[in-house]
T-cell receptor, first 112, second 114 residues
Framework: GENVEQHPSTLSVQEGDSAVIKCTYS??????FPWYKQELGKGPQLIID?????GEKKDQRIAVTLNKTAKHFSLHITETQPEDSAVYFC???????????FGGGTRVLVKP | SAVISQKPSRDICQRGTSLTIQCQVD?????MFWYRQQPGQSLTLIAT?????????ESGFVIDKFPISRPNLTFSTLTVSNMSPEDSSIYLC???????????FGQGTRLTVV
């Protein structure tokens, strides 16, 4: 089955700086890669996603890049704000089965 | 997107008892899933809830421990049976509105077994 690894496990940045989280996946058949933000006491919230036919996608301060050859994808948050502090999860879906496989999560702390 | 309501939001239960968690969606969805998130950990898929038939369980999860129902396209339940402290986790309902599209999560049920 699919295996998703996520790094780093914790990330501390100064407000206004950028944050980058990287994930690798094992199955080249995976074709959909969502990112979730989970705040304390809440369920994961979908913040951005990318499909295998696209190399990059942006939505305001967040962007995701995908390198299919290397089987890795990254989340970029620019101009970080304290409200960006949360746990972020990457995930991958195999083309068949529609089962989300999650990375281990990254706890992001934005220091004012 | 879909609005997902989970009940209860949290509970403290005695070991040996069972708890049923409900997931209600505001629109018909194709796929419904149940996940477990142990303290400080990532999400692990328990099973896919199939409408009108038995759920499809992932390795390590069995129907006797986690019976699941899905009587229609908007509602599902997960029961955690014969609970032990090791079952203390957040249990999350997730839905996909169409095949191979975005997955949305409920707010989760925080279960503590004492």
């Amino acid at each position: 089955g699919e295996n998703v690894e996520q790094h780093p496990s914790t990330l501390s940045v100064q407000e206004g700086d950028s944050a980058v989280i990287k994930c690798t996946y094992s199955d080249s058949a995976s074709n959909y890669f969502p990112w979730y933000k989970q705040e304390l006491g809440k369920g994961p919230q979908l913040i951005i996603d990318i499909r295998s036919n696209v190399g990059e996608k942006k939505d305001q301060r967040i962007a995701v890049t995908l390198n299919k050859t290397a089987k890795h994808f990254s989340l970029h948050i620019t101009e970080t704000q304290p409200e960006d502090s949360a746990v972020y999860f990457c995930a991958a879906i195999l083309a068949a089965g529609n089962k989300l496989t999650f990375g281990g999560g990254t706890r992001v702390l934005v220091k004012p | 997107s879909a609005v997902i309501s989970q009940k209860p939001s949290r509970d403290i239960c005695q070991r040996g008892t069972s708890l049923t968690i409900q997931c209600q969606v505001d629109s018909q969805v194709t796929m419904m899933f149940w996940y477990r998130q142990q303290p400080g950990q990532s999400l692990t898929l328990i099973a896919t809830a199939n409408q009108g038939s038995e759920a499809t369980y992932e390795s390590g999860f069995v129907i006797d421990k986690f019976p699941i129902s899905r009587p229609n396209l908007t509602f599902s339940t997960l029961t955690v049976s014969n609970m032990s402290p090791e079952d203390s986790s957040i249990y999350l309902c997730s839905v996909e509105t169409q095949l191979n599209t975005e997955a949305f999560f409920g707010q989760g049920t925080r279960l503590t077994v004492v």
